[in-house]
């Protein structure tokens, strides 16, 4: 009780450098004009309607109001709401450059019991019009404005996309036509075709995207444009579509067409790809080329908006694939390579299970697999995720290892919203993936000096990994076991990085080996303390408050 006011103190004061250095080292990347690297990228995951209410206006629509079970309703998150954090700056603290959030499309409008309690589609999985936002996330306008308000801080929109299944059928959103989904039967994952052929659970019609037959609109999709007064320019837009690409209009065309009018007309610079194992790996082929086109054709429309010549980047969520099976993932029956198929990223299920093993071991293996198989491609490593009922640290007790893990390792890091401020995932009254997906905790960021001084360590090594592209894309070079220092260089055209960095350090002086990576009276920075160095007789000495040191000239 007595160290607490000192800690708080501390916690302030480290707040407030924080927030001037954060404002320093942005000064210093826009000079030295960082290049961005998706394959390095650090990508901020969350949930649209559990991060930030910017628009209580828009929280009750189409007469949602059943009581829904514990964290299974809407709970005001929004588009808005995302760019005020993007205005406050929140994200640059981060060291984010790169936002992926749940899927805005409007939802079904009633809510269905999976045997979880009841439950609207809040999450952004149950689509029932692709071409509209759900107002309950906000509106075109506030995408747009979102986009623009990211490309300015440097910062990738990546949406997320669904074309394996549509919204669960209830007594107000009616299942679509048969010749679009099948209603069974359920998947039992024991072979391609019952991982592909199948609804995932009851109640979830499954898009059939292995079809070839043309389909028309369904019904209820025409009454409701033509109630909105859009029904002629979307049939205008769907015949335009058709006729440049020579598709047959197929349901995973429709879909993929519907998808992509989101980077044609905001300039969105990724999708996450949702349930990809559950349909044919074509399917996310197709979609990759017309992702290509919309974006080209957006940067001929916006050439003063364009950001740099970064690709319009796919990733993939096949569940449960892991970094050591390289390209493929197996169903048992076949092996399927994702990377051929329209994907320049996998998120990686192993990383979890990695990071429960010393730095070294993760530290070394990626890059092998990174610079070897996968070179050229790119995997998204997390500790936590909205799904993942087995995070790597449930009762958040390792919030630091979790960041230093995930943040210093090759690859790209995706930092799950509340994942640098500890939000609880074991929340008591939920059922299944619920305790998951709790708002953000705004309030302790705001108020608790234990959250803030673990922030502060999320955001001195987010702004490290986000200046140093070595990090999570360079070559990996152990320079010594005690202390435990390692190197990462990194060379793409006419950009070189390097780095060198020291964990698990005695806390005051210390003396490090760079290696042959900087020159005798060559002066560094350590990022971490904002302590200057120079390199003498191939070592630094430094004497700080910290047990890690980030070294950059």
């Known amino acids: 009780m007595k160290k607490q006011p000192i800690l708080l103190l501390l916690s302030a004061m480290a707040f407030c450098i924080s927030c001037s250095n954060t404002k320093n080292l942005s000064e210093n990347k826009i000079a030295t004009k960082t290049p961005f690297v998706w394959e390095a990228a650090s990508v901020y995951f969350l949930m649209t309607d559990r991060f930030n209410n910017g628009d209580p206006s828009n929280d009750l629509n189409f007469n949602r109001i059943k009581k829904a079970g514990k964290l299974r309703g809407f709970e005001g998150g929004d588009i808005k709401g995302i760019s005020k954090k993007i205005d406050e700056g929140y994200f640059d603290k981060l060291g984010i450059n790169a936002i992926w959030f749940t899927p805005i499309v409007e939802q079904i409008h009633d809510a269905v019991d999976e045997g979880t309690g009841?439950?609207?589609?809040?999450?952004?999985?149950?689509?029932?019009?692709?071409?509209?936002?759900?107002?309950?996330?906000?509106?075109?306008?506030?995408?747009?404005?979102?986009?623009?308000?990211?490309?300015?801080?440097?910062?990738?929109?990546?949406?997320?996309?669904?074309i394996n299944h549509t919204g669960p059928v209830t007594n107000v959103d009616t299942v679509w036509p048969s010749d679009w989904v099948r209603t069974g039967p359920q998947c039992d994952y024991k072979t391609f075709e019952s991982t592909t052929a199948c609804?995932?659970?009851?109640?979830?019609?499954?898009?059939k995207t292995e079809s070839t037959q043309e389909v028309a609109l369904?019904?209820?999709?025409?009454?409701?444009?033509?109630?909105?007064?859009?029904?002629?320019?979307?049939?205008?837009?769907?015949?335009?579509?058709?006729?440049?690409?020579?598709?047959?209009?197929?349901?995973?065309n429709y879909i993929i067409k519907w998808l992509?009018?989101?980077?044609?007309?905001?300039?969105?610079?990724?999708?996450?790809?949702?349930?990809?194992?559950?349909?044919?790996?074509?399917?996310?082929?197709?979609?990759?080329?017309?992702c290509d086109y919309a974006f080209a054709s957006w940067k001929k429309n916006n050439p003063s908006q364009i950001?740099?010549?970064?690709?319009?980047?796919?990733?993939?969520?096949?569940?449960?694939?892991?970094?050591?099976?390289g390209k493929y993932f197996?169903?048992?029956?076949?092996?399927?390579?994702?990377?051929?198929?329209?994907?320049?990223?996998?998120?990686?299920?192993?990383?979890?299970?990695?990071?429960?093993?010393?730095?070294?071991?993760?530290?070394?293996?990626?890059?092998?697999?990174?610079?070897?198989?996968?070179?050229?491609?790119?995997?998204?490593?997390?500790?936590?995720?909205?799904?993942?009922?087995?995070?790597?640290?449930?009762?958040?007790?390792?919030?630091?290892?979790?960041?230093?893990?995930?943040?210093?390792?090759?690859?790209?890091?995706?930092?799950?919203?509340?994942?640098?401020?500890?939000?609880?995932?074991?929340?008591?009254?939920?059922?299944?993936?619920?305790?998951?997906?709790?708002?953000?905790?705004?309030?302790?960021?705001r108020s608790n000096p234990e959250t803030q001084s673990a922030l502060l360590h999320w955001q001195k090594l987010g702004q490290f990994r986000k200046n140093h592209p070595s990090i999570g894309a360079g070559i990996h070079h152990k320079i010594a076991a005690q202390p435990y220092t390692f190197s990462r260089t990194f060379s793409k055209g006419t950009s070189t990085d390097q780095v060198v960095i020291g964990l698990d350090l005695p806390i005051g002086k210390k003396e490090l080996s760079v290696g042959a990576v900087f020159a005798n009276g060559t002066k560094l920075k350590d990022a971490y303390s904002g302590k200057e160095t120079t390199v003498s007789n191939g070592k630094i000495s430094i004497d700080t408050a910290f047990d890690i040191v980030l070294l950059e000239q």
């Not at 609804?199 to 898009?207: E, G, I, M, R, S």
């Not at 990724?270 to 559950?278: F, L, N, P, S």
């Not at 950001?307 to 050591?324: M, Q």
Request: charged content about 25%; cysteine-free; proline content about 3%.
């Open 118 to 162: 009841l439950s609207y589609g809040f999450h952004g999985y149950w689509a029932r019009d692709w071409t509209s936002l759900d107002p309950n996330f906000g509106t075109k306008e506030d995408l747009a404005a979102l986009v623009k308000k990211a490309h300015a801080h440097g910062i990738r929109i990546i949406l997320d996309g669904v």
């Open 199 to 207: 609804t995932l659970v009851k109640n979830l019609p499954d898009v």
């Open 218 to 252: 369904p019904t209820f999709l025409i009454e409701k444009w033509k109630a909105e007064g859009r029904y002629e320019k979307e049939v205008a837009s769907l015949d335009a579509f058709f006729a440049r690409t020579g598709y047959a209009r197929t349901p995973k």
């Open 260 to 290: 992509t009018d989101y980077i044609t007309e905001f300039g969105i610079d990724g999708y996450r790809a949702d349930t990809v194992k559950h349909t044919e790996a074509t399917v996310w082929a197709d979609f990759k080329t017309q």
């Open 307 to 325: 950001l740099d010549n970064s690709p319009f980047y796919t990733i993939a969520e096949v569940y449960n694939y892991n970094i050591s099976a």
């Open 330 to 445: 197996d169903f048992g029956d076949k092996k399927v390579n994702y990377y051929e198929n329209g994907f320049n990223n996998m998120i990686n299920f192993e990383f979890k299970w990695d990071a429960q093993k010393d730095y070294e071991f993760i530290f070394s293996k990626y890059p092998s697999i990174l610079n070897g198989e996968l070179k050229g491609s790119g995997v998204l490593n997390y500790l936590s995720s909205h799904d993942d009922g087995g995070p790597f640290d449930a009762a958040r007790t390792k919030n630091k290892e979790t960041a230093t893990k995930l943040l210093l390792s090759p690859g790209a890091a995706q930092v799950y919203y509340g994942d640098e401020s500890a939000r609880s995932l074991v929340v008591e009254g939920t059922e299944g993936d619920a305790t998951l997906r709790s708002f953000m905790n705004w309030e302790d960021i």
